[in-house]
């Protein structure tokens, strides 16, 4: 069973930036992709990317791209998000997650294929 941990997020200002982290364990080699989600506040899980394990190949999507990046610490096992020049309509909880079926492709990560899931890392973007 693979565990998810989120963690980096906080209060930041626009046009800051901001790391976050996921830290993978347990059964590892059971994951092909690691995506990253967000959720607003009365809106739905948004994707945002996703990068593969077995090649690094990765996709960010939407309004993120341009400024967001997707990175691997494999040998630590945590996946990284570095957010740029950041909005205040970036404001969400973040979330990582994993499914052994998934492969990242250039259409971005969809909520519905993944089935493990770490409790988020909130991220505020105010003055």
């Known amino acids: 069973q693979v565990q998810l941990v989120e963690s980096g997020g906080g209060l930041v200002q626009p046009g800051g930036s901001l790391r976050l982290s996921c830290a993978v364990s347990?059964?590892?080699?059971?994951?092909?992709?690691i995506g990253w989600f967000r959720q607003a506040p009365g809106k739905e899980r948004e994707g945002i990317s996703c990068?593969?394990?077995?090649?690094?190949?990765?996709t960010v999507v939407g309004s993120v791209k341009g400024r967001f990046t997707i990175s691997r610490d494999k040998g630590k096992n945590v996946i990284y998000l570095q957010m740029n020049n950041v909005k205040p309509e970036d404001t969400a909880v973040y979330y990582c997650?994993?499914?052994?079926?998934?492969?990242?492709?250039?259409?971005?990560?969809?909520?519905?294929?993944?089935?493990?899931w770490g409790i988020g890392t909130l991220v505020t973007v105010s003055p």
């Open positions: 997650a994993t499914d052994p079926d998934y492969y990242c492709s250039d259409d971005g990560p969809d909520a519905t294929d993944f089935t493990s």
């Open positions: 347990g059964s590892t080699l059971s994951f092909h992709a």
């Open positions: 990068i593969n394990s077995s090649d690094g190949s990765a």
